[in-house]
């Protein structure tokens, strides 16, 4: 299941979370295919002011970050650059919609692998066949 979580200053996302679920979930579906809709989990966390800082110094403004959870196979695929540059490309222009154009030089877009070995769901470790799958 691809985990999207995107942290933006809570009175910047206020009202926009409906557009930003579904943007957030159409790029994840736009390397993907369709058929990974139904699995994409998103999380908006919204910061209060005075606690995003950058530094030292607590900021007004900051251009939202995007972390994306996926299995860890997904780097060691021979297509994995490609995948990777679209995934980058996809979330930030997800983001762009909703926020404007003048962040994208500033939002930060961070894929993280995690092994299906650590991972678990239900109770259980999760084990999955295909390293394709996303």
């Known amino acids: 299941m691809p985990h999207v979580t995107l942290y933006a200053l809570e009175e ?4 926009r979370e ?15 295919g369709e058929w990974v809709r ?10 209060p002011a005075g606690r995003w800082a950058r530094g030292g110094v607590a ?34 222009d997800a983001v ?3 926020f404007g154009d003048g962040c ?3 939002i930060l877009v961070e894929l993280v692998g995690q092994p299906t070995s650590r991972s678990g769901l239900g109770g259980k470790v999760i ?5 394709s799958d996303y």
């Open 12 to 15: 910047e996302l206020t009202g």
């Open 18 to 32: 409906p557009i930003l679920i579904a943007e957030l979930t159409s790029a994840v579906v736009s390397v993907y």
């Open 38 to 47: 139904s699995s994409v989990d998103v999380k908006l966390v919204g910061v």
């Open 59 to 92: 900021v007004a403004s900051a251009a939202p970050s995007v972390t994306f959870g996926m299995r860890e196979d997904v780097f060691a695929r021979p297509d994995a650059a490609g995948v990777i540059a679209r995934l980058v490309s996809a979330f930030t």
């Open 96 to 98: 762009t919609a909703v």
């Open 104 to 106: 994208r030089d500033e």
């Open 127 to 131: 084990s999955f066949g295909s390293a």
